[in-house]
């Protein structure tokens, strides 16, 4: 049933003004008396303490990375530190209200940030919970060093634990919170809500809403808080990651019962600046980045700016905000204002400000003036604060000690393989949870699981291909094993650009939208990075998701989010999360230079990635099988022309019930004794029609090898083909130049160099534009253009007359033009 939000003309023709209302600024104006229901003097106290254990901590690394000692303690600290010192009480002020269930996700000078969260889930955590979280994580391995210099109560061990994790992470140990794979710019520490950190400015901002997707659609307790820069602002995928998170259907068309709005604040550490620019009066024009609020939606993501330099009026804003969000209003943006005393990394000579601002702000400093306030309401004596603030200091110093210890806290061997093996968790997870997977009909009521029902699942009749009406397709293999997983696991959910009542971009979810509640398929904004981001999000929280490009030339506007966000966290975490994502990218054709690449090898290129390109239904629907079941993040291409081709290859057609097939390994479509072809995508039925007038024209046996994945690659079935052929061709769809194929080309080159007669031959596409469709057979590669390679390149075809150009001289010569 398509949704029905009628679009009339006399309503959208109507005149009118938009009214907006007024944005909130610095509006918070309480005494700590006035406070007094909401903060015991001990809280009061938690937070002077932690703004102050915060202050220390940057103060330590400022002073090793100028100094080289901190202390009497020398230690040389190679790595970044983009420090945050001045902005304690924006951090202290955002983590206070969250518990272990609210994750917040950062930027790249977050260790106030994860610090303060830290601090503030541990202490609403039971003792028991806590101590689970540090007994358990890493296997103890972050624990084990402090109990050696520390016995104490749970919540004096887990804020050394804290200091201490993110200490080590920092300086490239083993026992950091991420075993050194993350590091400055992105520790984090999921068990405490702590998520990634991110050194692309503006990473969060895609990704958090995904986050925030997966607390609605798995009901799940909590918020989440992307906290990123002013400066993150002007960042696309930023902007991209707001349109995602303030879509009206999470209102309008969506369960109610999953709570509306996504529970999420966009907090920006307003500290204005970038590196050196201002995006107040300088890069930007919005003066407020609260007035970004209103063009956003009708409730302005109830924006306001926030004093933060007062902790107490962070708490505040946070707690009206959380409010808004527990009754299904967000998204909701807070512009958190504060200042970066320190340079943006300690080498910063803050050429761009001057040094009478640095002083007002310093004379403004956060922490004392809010241990004045403290000691003026009477509570606590300048001294008891004073000594609370040396106790902390202490604290730090002996966590910088145990970190910096190589004995304590020990690096990972340069020989060790441990990054290598946490690149991909090659795992396999039936179900994310055990409840129900909501769909909205019997399975076998889908009009197109009837109409599958009736395909013919060999496309092959007496040896000629049976009609395309008839053919069960690629398109009905991968809607196969999608609607097979929905079924199982009820965390699956799949999004993007016309994903529903469109059927998906190219018709593969044509279906789905009847058996699925709005939720677990929907309709993204036409943001390409918000889609990747989320699905990255949403992984991150727990849940397994599908997220479709329309075309790989969109990979483009995707491209942190696929080559640094869904590739690196799995690494960068140390091997403790995972990233069940597939990402389908429809390769297509026909619609010129813009719409018409082949782009497998971009994603081929990028460590942490799998990159598989089917091309036949048996292998659609097995590798997608194995792709939903994994818990690595997928690329899966899908070539726009040969979505309607039924099975050719597979005798017995493809099987009804579930299969897998290993992503790794290639596939001996045609068997032969004198030649290899070996194709990555639609190329593939180019070298079975090549492979048919070898042999009808002359007498040759070509075997033809589908690699049908990039990334992991299996090279035995290649090297073996090979050796029995002692020739090789390679086919692609993609321009040929740094192609999968060039690649394949290179390593067996080295694997089967005994082998071979003559060195394998990459043929692909044209490096060019992709023509208009009516001259892509220059550009695609063509029968003529393999059989005249093998014959000026491999082994010469008697009688054969060359059509095109393929010999080492015109390779020479495209080559040197860059074509
Ligand atoms: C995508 C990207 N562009 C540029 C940089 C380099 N860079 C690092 S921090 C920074 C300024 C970020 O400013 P803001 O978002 O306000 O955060 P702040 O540093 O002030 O905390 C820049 C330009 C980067 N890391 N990522
Ligand atoms: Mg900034």
């Not at 709005?261 to 980045?289: A, K, R």
């Not at 998204?331 to 943006?344: C, E």
């Not at 018409?596 to 097995?622: C, R």
């Not at 299996?714 to 020739?727: A, C, F, R, W």
């Amino acid at each position: 049933m398509p949704k029905s939000i009628l679009v009339e003309p006399a309503r959208v023709l109507a005149k009118g003004t938009i009214e907006l209302s007024d944005i909130p600024i610095n509006v918070y104006e309480k005494t700590i008396e006035d406070e007094s229901s909401n903060f015991s003097p001990e809280d009061l106290l938690d937070i002077f303490r932690d703004m102050c254990l915060i202050r220390e901590f940057e103060n330590t690394l400022n002073q090793i990375k100028l100094e080289g000692a901190h202390r009497g303690v020398t230690y040389n600290h190679r790595g970044p530190a983009h420090l945050s010192i001045g902005q304690e009480a924006a951090a202290v002020g955002m983590a206070y209200l969250l518990g272990p269930e609210d994750h917040i996700y950062g930027s790249h000078r977050s260790h106030g940030e994860i610090l303060a969260k830290g601090l503030s889930a541990s202490r609403r955590m039971s003792e028991a919970d806590l101590s689970l979280v540090m007994t358990r994580s890493l296997d103890g391995d972050i624990l084990r060093p402090i109990e050696k210099v520390f016995q104490g109560s749970t919540l004096d061990l887990a804020q050394r634990f804290i200091v201490y994790g993110a200490f080590a992470e920092i300086f490239a140990r083993e026992t950091g919170f991420n075993r050194g794979c993350g590091g400055s710019m992105h520790a984090f520490f999921t068990p405490l809500g702590i998520y990634p950190n991110n050194a692309i400015v503006g990473g969060s901002g895609s990704i958090a809403p995904g986050a925030a997707l997966f607390k609605r659609c798995n009901r799940a307790r909590g918020i989440v808080v992307a906290n990123i820069g002013d400066a993150s602002f002007g960042c696309g995928p930023v902007w991209e990651g707001i349109s995602f998170a303030s879509m009206d259907q999470y209102r309008t068309l969506w369960d109610p019962a999953l709570g509306g709005g996504l529970p999420l604040i966009f907090n920006c550490m307003n500290n204005h600046y970038g590196m050196g620019g201002q995006p107040n009066g300088e890069t930007m024009g919005c003066q407020f980045i609260a007035r970004i609020g209103a063009g956003v939606n009708v409730e302005q993501m109830h924006a306001e700016r926030v004093n933060g330099y007062d902790p107490l009026a962070v708490i505040d804003a946070f707690r009206r905000k959380m409010r808004v969000l527990s009754e299904g209003r967000g998204p909701a943006l807070l512009d958190t204002i504060t200042y970066r005393i320190s340079g943006h990394s300690p080498s910063d000579a803050s050429s761009y400000r001057s040094r009478e601002e640095i002083e007002i702000w310093e004379k403004a400093d956060s922490i004392v003036t809010f241990r004045n306030k403290l000691v003026d309401a009477k509570l606590f004596s300048a001294g008891d604060l004073d000594e609370t603030r040396a106790a902390v200091e202490d604290t730090v110093f002996e966590m910088f000690r145990l970190a910096v210890d190589l004995d304590a806290s020990p690096r990972m061997s340069m020989a060790s393989e441990f990054v290598g093996e946490v690149m991909f968790s090659n795992k396999k997870v039936e179900r994310f949870a055990d409840r129900e997977p909501e769909l909205l009909q019997e399975l076998s009521e889908n009009s197109r699981v009837k109409q599958i029902e009736k395909k013919v699942r060999f496309g092959l009749e007496n040896g000629k291909p049976i009609s395309k009406m008839r053919a069960y397709n690629v398109r009905d293999g991968i809607f196969e094993a999608l609607l097979h997983r929905f079924s199982v696991d009820p965390t699956m959910v799949a999004f993007g650009e016309e994903n529903r009542d469109w059927g998906g971009a190219f018709a593969v979810y044509r279906g789905l939208t009847e058996a699925l509640p709005y939720h677990r398929l929907f309709n993204s904004p036409i943001s390409e990075a918000a889609i990747v981001g989320a699905a990255v999000g949403y992984a991150l929280e727990g849940g397994r998701a599908v997220a479709e490009l329309m075309y790989a030339d969109f990979m483009g506007r995707a491209g942190d989010e696929i080559f640094n966000q869904l590739s690196k966290w799995q690494s960068m975490s140390g091997g403790e999360v995972i990233m069940p994502v597939v990402l389908r990218i429809s390769v297509g054709a026909k619609y010129g230079a813009q719409h018409s690449q082949d782009w497998s090898a971009l994603a081929a290129h990028i460590p942490g990635l799998k990159v598989v390109y089917p091309v036949t239904p048996y292998d659609a629907k097995g590798m997608m099988n194995s792709a939903l079941a994994g818990t690595d993040p997928v690329v899966f291409f899908e070539s726009q022309k040969i979505y309607d081709y039924g099975e050719l290859f597979h005798e017995g057609g493809v099987p009804e019930g579930y299969y897998e097939i290993d992503l790794s390994e290639p596939d001996v479509k045609r068997r032969g004794k004198d030649l290899t072809i070996i194709t990555f995508g639609p190329a593939l039925y180019l070298a079975i029609e090549a492979a048919d007038e070898l042999h009808s024209t002359y007498g040759l046996s070509a075997e033809v090898v589908d690699l049908r994945t990039a990334n992991p690659l299996d090279y035995e079935p290649l090297v073996e083909s090979v050796k029995k052929t002692g020739k090789v061709l390679l086919a692609t769809e993609a321009a040929e130049r740094c192609s999968v194929a060039q690649n394949v080309a290179a390593n067996l080159t080295q694997l089967s160099f005994d082998s071979l007669d003559a060195p394998p031959v990459v043929i692909g596409s044209r490096n060019w534009i992709t023509p208009a469709a009516e001259l892509e057979e220059s550009f695609f590669p063509q029968k003529d253009w393999l059989l005249d390679a093998i014959h000026e390149r491999i082994l010469p075809l008697p009688g054969h007359r060359p059509k095109t150009r393929q010999t080492l001289g015109e390779l020479e010569r495209r080559n040197r033009l860059g074509i």
